[in-house]
Nanobody
Framework: VQLQASGGGLVQAGGSLRLSCAASGRTFSLYGMGWFRQAPGKEREFAAAISWSGGGTNYADSVKGRFTISRDNAKNTVYLQMNSLKPEDTAVYYC?????????????????WGQGTLVTVSS
Protein backbone atom coordinates (compact mmCIF):
# COMPACT_ATOMS: atom_id res chain seq x y z
CA VAL A 1 0.00 0.00 0.00
CA GLN A 2 1.19 3.50 -0.84
CA LEU A 3 -0.30 6.69 0.53
CA GLN A 4 0.74 9.98 -1.06
CA ALA A 5 -0.26 13.11 0.85
CA SER A 6 -0.20 16.55 -0.72
CA GLY A 7 -1.61 20.03 -0.30
CA GLY A 8 0.38 21.36 2.62
CA GLY A 9 1.92 24.79 2.64
CA LEU A 10 2.16 28.15 4.37
CA VAL A 11 -1.06 29.97 5.19
CA GLN A 12 -2.01 32.89 7.40
CA ALA A 13 -4.14 32.39 10.47
CA GLY A 14 -7.79 32.28 9.51
CA GLY A 15 -7.01 30.83 6.10
CA SER A 16 -7.83 27.49 4.54
CA LEU A 17 -6.03 24.54 3.01
CA ARG A 18 -7.18 21.25 1.56
CA LEU A 19 -5.02 18.19 1.97
CA SER A 20 -5.32 15.19 -0.31
CA CYS A 21 -4.11 11.64 0.11
CA ALA A 22 -4.05 9.27 -2.84
CA ALA A 23 -3.99 5.57 -2.00
CA SER A 24 -2.94 2.54 -3.97
CA GLY A 25 -2.23 -1.10 -3.32
CA ARG A 26 -5.45 -2.52 -1.88
CA THR A 27 -9.15 -1.93 -2.34
CA PHE A 28 -9.51 1.60 -1.02
CA SER A 29 -13.26 1.48 -0.49
CA LEU A 30 -12.98 -1.32 2.10
CA TYR A 31 -10.94 0.65 4.63
CA GLY A 32 -11.34 3.53 6.97
CA MET A 33 -8.94 6.44 6.55
CA GLY A 34 -7.50 8.89 9.01
CA TRP A 35 -5.45 12.04 9.31
CA PHE A 36 -2.98 12.47 12.13
CA ARG A 37 -0.62 15.33 12.82
CA GLN A 38 2.63 15.94 14.63
CA ALA A 39 3.66 19.40 15.74
CA PRO A 40 7.32 20.26 16.37
CA GLY A 41 8.44 18.76 19.66
CA LYS A 42 5.14 17.01 20.27
CA GLU A 43 3.77 13.52 19.86
CA ARG A 44 1.65 12.55 16.91
CA GLU A 45 -2.05 13.09 17.52
CA PHE A 46 -5.31 12.18 15.89
CA ALA A 47 -7.06 14.82 13.80
CA ALA A 48 -9.89 13.21 11.80
CA ALA A 49 -11.07 9.89 10.40
CA ILE A 50 -13.71 8.57 8.03
CA SER A 51 -15.28 5.15 7.66
CA TRP A 52 -15.08 3.03 4.53
CA SER A 53 -18.26 4.44 3.03
CA GLY A 54 -17.89 7.97 4.28
CA GLY A 55 -20.98 7.53 6.40
CA GLY A 56 -19.08 7.84 9.65
CA THR A 57 -16.64 10.55 10.65
CA ASN A 58 -14.66 11.28 13.77
CA TYR A 59 -12.84 14.45 14.80
CA ALA A 60 -10.50 15.55 17.54
CA ASP A 61 -12.07 18.22 19.72
CA SER A 62 -9.33 20.65 18.67
CA VAL A 63 -10.42 20.58 15.01
CA LYS A 64 -14.14 19.93 15.29
CA GLY A 65 -16.16 22.53 13.43
CA ARG A 66 -13.15 23.72 11.45
CA PHE A 67 -11.90 20.61 9.61
CA THR A 68 -13.91 18.32 7.35
CA ILE A 69 -12.76 14.91 6.20
CA SER A 70 -14.20 13.37 3.06
CA ARG A 71 -13.36 10.66 0.57
CA ASP A 72 -13.89 9.80 -3.07
CA ASN A 73 -13.75 6.04 -3.43
CA ALA A 74 -13.80 6.31 -7.22
CA LYS A 75 -10.54 8.28 -7.05
CA ASN A 76 -9.00 6.34 -4.13
CA THR A 77 -8.49 9.64 -2.38
CA VAL A 78 -9.23 11.07 1.06
CA TYR A 79 -9.34 14.80 1.73
CA LEU A 80 -9.01 17.07 4.73
CA GLN A 81 -10.53 20.51 4.30
CA MET A 82 -9.06 22.81 6.93
CA ASN A 83 -10.72 26.16 7.58
CA SER A 84 -10.15 28.88 10.15
CA LEU A 85 -6.60 27.70 10.61
CA LYS A 86 -4.73 28.64 13.76
CA PRO A 87 -0.98 28.78 14.46
CA GLU A 88 -1.43 25.75 16.72
CA ASP A 89 -2.52 23.73 13.67
CA THR A 90 1.08 23.92 12.41
CA ALA A 91 2.28 20.34 12.02
CA VAL A 92 3.21 17.59 9.63
CA TYR A 93 -0.04 15.94 8.59
CA TYR A 94 -0.06 12.22 7.89
CA CYS A 95 -2.77 10.20 6.22
CA UNK A 96 -3.19 6.61 7.29
CA UNK A 97 -5.25 3.60 6.30
CA UNK A 98 -7.17 1.67 8.92
CA UNK A 99 -6.79 -2.08 9.36
CA UNK A 100 -10.57 -2.25 9.14
CA UNK A 101 -13.49 -0.17 7.91
CA UNK A 102 -14.06 2.17 10.84
CA UNK A 103 -13.24 5.79 11.62
CA UNK A 104 -11.04 5.03 14.59
CA UNK A 105 -8.96 7.59 16.46
CA UNK A 106 -6.16 5.40 17.75
CA UNK A 107 -2.97 5.12 15.73
CA UNK A 108 -2.71 1.41 16.51
CA UNK A 109 -5.79 0.86 14.35
CA UNK A 110 -3.84 2.02 11.29
CA UNK A 111 -1.34 -0.14 9.46
CA UNK A 112 -0.23 2.02 6.56
CA TRP A 113 1.02 5.60 6.72
CA GLY A 114 1.87 8.25 4.17
CA GLN A 115 5.00 10.37 4.18
CA GLY A 116 3.38 13.50 5.58
CA THR A 117 2.80 17.01 4.32
CA LEU A 118 3.79 20.12 6.23
CA VAL A 119 1.21 22.73 7.17
CA THR A 120 2.50 26.00 8.58
CA VAL A 121 0.07 28.60 9.89
CA SER A 122 1.51 32.04 10.52
CA SER A 123 0.04 34.47 13.01
Amino acid sequence: VQLQASGGGLVQAGGSLRLSCAASGRTFSLYGMGWFRQAPGKEREFAAAISWSGGGTNYADSVKGRFTISRDNAKNTVYLQMNSLKPEDTAVYYCAQNRGDSAGSSSVQYDYWGQGTLVTVSS
